[in-house]
């Protein structure tokens, strides 16, 4: 088993910046690729970037270029640098850390983007 606390969500205007964390525990070295995965109110949850266990990242189209996923092995955390943060960007974000033979989740932070 794996358990994901994530931390930094919060409220800023438009044009700001927030970091998000994921500190994992539990059976880490089952875990290769980690990530983050936004849903928005009424929508489905959605890729926003991910980050293997080599450094290999892969980001969304809609968040290129302002968002960067880093991961610290030492703390076992990834993190989520989000830049030029936009309203549309208001959501729920989740951790996710892909297992051998399933997937686990955070339980969330609300990130909310003002105009």
């Known amino acids: 088993q794996v358990q994901l606390v994530e931390s930094g969500g919060g409220l800023v205007q438009a044009g700001g910046s927030l970091r998000l964390s994921c500190a994992a525990s539990?059976?880490?070295?089952?875990?290769?690729?980690m990530g983050w995965y936004l849903q928005a109110q009424g929508k489905q949850r959605e890729l926003v970037a991910t980050?293997?266990?080599?450094?290999?990242?892969n980001y969304a189209g809609s968040v290129k270029g302002r968002f960067t996923i880093s991961r610290d092995h030492a703390k076992n955390t990834v993190y989520l640098d989000m830049n030029s943060l936009k309203p549309e960007d208001t959501a729920v974000y989740y951790c996710?850390?892909?297992?051998?033979?399933?997937?686990?989740w955070g339980q969330g932070t609300q990130v909310t983007v003002s105009s």
């Open positions: 996710i850390a892909v297992g051998r033979s399933m997937n686990y």
């Open positions: 539990g059976s880490i070295s089952s875990i290769n690729v």
């Open positions: 980050i293997t266990s080599g450094g290999t990242t």
